[in-house]
């Protein structure tokens, strides 16, 4: 039996939470001490992804119209965001679905979308997407996967996909095939392929494969041996693949960005944790300097990553057509912070971090192993960093004029409810550059008249941030192959921007809710560190967000830390 959210744009995520705080008991689906042992074993978290449908989760994987969450993508992303909070392999093992589903809401008849919705709500069908091959790396042009059609009006497919999440445990899978002998981007076509549909002897499943990390997720593969589907199984038109997989990758990178907050989050709470209890010099680490700055530039960084998260989430309802720019930037740039700061967390807690059996029943050292797969996950981070590139004439010039769609931009960092999602003004690429990094100019204007001073400081010096990057990209040569380095490293200037331009947007729209504005202050002081190498915060300026960290996060450190 699910269970019902109640009523409510985020209902759903208050939801899970109770429910995997309660699930996080000795030998609960969510018991660290049982998600360890299926690490090792490398064992699907069944009871884990069990719990997960009696949640209710499945409605965030499909549109409000469609009877799914009313919350859209922002619902979403706070769901696998409490997720990941506990486990990141639960979360990827689950949250698959929506990636396998998402070329059909986006390019699916209406007949083909609620039959989706329908299978996904009440039968939680497991949807995996089949897009990448072995030898083919990144390069969805070099698919050799085929589908002819047959006589009956069908298609035959025949190929493999390797490596896939869910490709064996999945009854559903969306795969992009060939259909044109000579490829190109109007020679391949997406068809949802259902396999109890299939022949015996059509298909088979490959082996799992051995992982670093999510070691218990399903990473396998599958082939097709003259496997034939239904004329309906194409989803959308023939030479249309290519198109709808880039289309739909703008949601799923965003996505993704939960997966990053979510360990980021669990890394912070076993930080904190072990230095409140570390005895030291007649005190305990979280008293010491040192400590407390790390704690605190951590509690910032991650305050950083989630408004950048959420601003990209909101866009995809408010700025659609800008999301070929925003949802790269916050693929390339959201795990990036939060690896770095599990990095720095996991020096601070020095061979603890590493042990399996002798802090926390070894989850830092799984969250450390687990989240290293989301830079990878969708698109790695110099994939997500050459497509920012190659628009980086449009977003230099419009930088340059701070030209920006103003209601938009006022509607995704608002508080109110998000228009429906309009899977068809998703745009291959954006004509209006990226509002959230465009209107910061305007954004540090008004601040003026809304903010403390040294909110009005940090804004100012963000929007330089911004003017001094828009000469720096005129100045790049435009370059289809053999990009330089420097357009990488202006790439990653600019997802930075785009994290302290969020955090200003944030800030500027709500500037009188103090827990906010504490954690988004400490955000742009963040933004700015690492825009400038060698530029150091003030002291006391991570100490408030901090401070907050044990009301946050007190219930989960009891339940992991116990013996």
């Known amino acids: 039996m699910t269970v019902a959210p109640p009523g409510g744009p985020f209902a759903l995520p ?28 490398e064992e699907f978290p069944a009871e884990a992804c069990a719990l997960l449908d009696r949640c209710g989760i499945a409605r965030a994987y499909v549109p409000a119209e469609l009877g799914g969450a009313p919350g859209g993508l922002p619902e979403l992303l706070a769901s696998l965001r409490v997720v990941a909070s506990r486990d990141v392999t639960v979360a990827v093992a689950h949250g698959k679905t929506f990636l396998g589903a998402v070329s059909t809401w986006v390019a699916g008849s209406d007949e ?29 042009l070099a698919g050799q996967l085929t589908a002819v059609p047959t006589e009956a009006g069908g298609w035959r497919l025949e190929g493999t996909k390797w490596p896939i999440n869910n ?27 259902d396999k109890d549909q299939l022949s015996a002897g059509g298909w088979r499943p490959l082996p799992k494969e051995p992982t670093h990390g999510i070691r218990g997720a399903d990473i396998s593969g599958i082939r097709f041996d003259g496997a034939e589907v239904p004329a309906d199984a194409l989803t959308g038109r023939v030479g249309d693949g290519l198109e709808t997989v880039l289309r739909a990758l703008q949601l799923t990178r965003t996505v993704c960005c939960s997966l990053s907050l979510g360990a980021g989050e669990h890394a912070l709470r076993l930080a904190y944790e072990f230095a409140e209890h570390r005895a030291m010099h007649g005190t305990t680490l979280l008293h010491l300097p040192l400590a407390r700055r790390t704690l605190g530039r951590a509690a910032a960084s991650l305050a950083l990553a989630e408004a ?16 070929s720019v925003v949802s790269a930037v916050a693929k390339a740039g959201v795990p990036e912070i ?43 981070t110099a994939v997500n960093r050459s497509s920012l590139i190659a628009q980086f004439p449009v977003l230099g010039r419009l930088a340059r004029t701070g030209a920006h769609d103003a209601a938009g931009l006022a509607a995704a960092a608002g508080t109110r409810a998000l228009p429906p999602l309009r899977f068809d003004g998703l745009r291959l690429l954006s004509r209006t550059g990226c509002s959230v990094v465009q209107g910061l100019a305007a954004a540090a204007d008004r601040a003026d008249m809304v903010v403390p001073p040294r909110v009005r400081e940090l804004v100012t010096e963000l929007s330089s941030e911004v003017a001094a990057l828009a000469q720096d990209m005129a100045a790049l040569r435009p370059a289809t192959r053999d990009t330089p380095p420097e357009a990488f490293a202006a790439a990653r200037r600019y997802e930075l921007c785009f994290a302290g331009a969020s955090a200003a947007h944030l800030l500027l729209a709500a500037p009188s ?9 400490a ?24 401070t907050a960290v044990p009301d946050a996060y007190r219930t989960a450190m009891e339940k992991e830390l116990v013996p």
């Not at 971090?353 to 830079?375: P, T």
């Not at 963040?526 to 901090?546: K, M, N, S």
Request: glycine letters at 10%.
């Open 14 to 41: 208050a939801v899970l939470e109770a429910a995997l705080r309660d699930a996080a008991v000795a030998d609960g689906p969510f018991d660290p001490r049982r998600s360890a042992r299926l690490d090792a074993r």
């Open 112 to 140: 083909q979308r609620r039959a989706l919705a329908g299978r996904v709500l009440d039968e939680k069908a497991v949807v995996s997407w089949g897009l990448t091959e072995l030898g083919r790396g990144s390069d969805l």
């Open 167 to 193: 490709a064996t445990r999945g009854g559903l899978i969306a795969v992009l095939a060939r259909t044109a002998p000579e490829g190109g981007a109007r020679g391949f076509s997406l068809f949802l392929v």
């Open 308 to 323: 950048a998260s959420t601003m990209a989430a909101r866009s995809a309802h408010c700025l659609t057509g800008e999301m």
């Open 338 to 380: 939060v690896q770095q700061t599990i990095d720095d967390l996991a020096e601070l807690l020095g061979a603890r971090g590493f042990l399996a059996d002798h802090f926390a029943h070894g989850m830092f050292q799984k969250l450390e192993r687990d989240h290293r797969i989301v830079a990878v996950f969708d698109g790695s």
């Open 513 to 521: 809710d103090a827990g906010r504005a504490l954690r988004l202050t």
């Open 523 to 546: 955000a742009l002081e963040r933004a700015l560190e690492l825009l400038r190498p060698g530029h150091e915060a003030p002291d006391d300026a991570y100490e408030p967000v901090l």
